[in-house]
């Protein structure tokens, strides 16, 4: 029969497992259930948000990478 993986690092002997984590009940959590704005949602549904790819720095190197 072979060991249990755990035999060789705790000494042959099993360790306890930690309790269960308990959550506290929903009516305690701040933005559950709750409709949060996003400061960009309007950016994006017009167009104009601004993304990584969009900025172009002076004297900026860029690559590509052909597969």
């Not at 755990?6 to 305690?28: D, H, I, M, N, V």
């Not at 900026?60 to 052909?66: A, D, F, T, V």
């Amino acid at each position: 029969m072979a060991e249990p993986p755990f035999a060789k690092a705790t000494g042959g002997k099993q360790q306890p497992l930690p309790p269960p984590r308990t959550w506290p009940p929903a009516s305690e959590f701040q933005l559950l259930g709750k409709s949060i704005k996003r400061v960009d949602g309007p950016d994006k549904a017009q167009g104009t948000a601004k993304y990584t790819s969009d900025i172009i720095r002076p004297g900026m190197l860029y690559g590509e990478i052909l597969g």
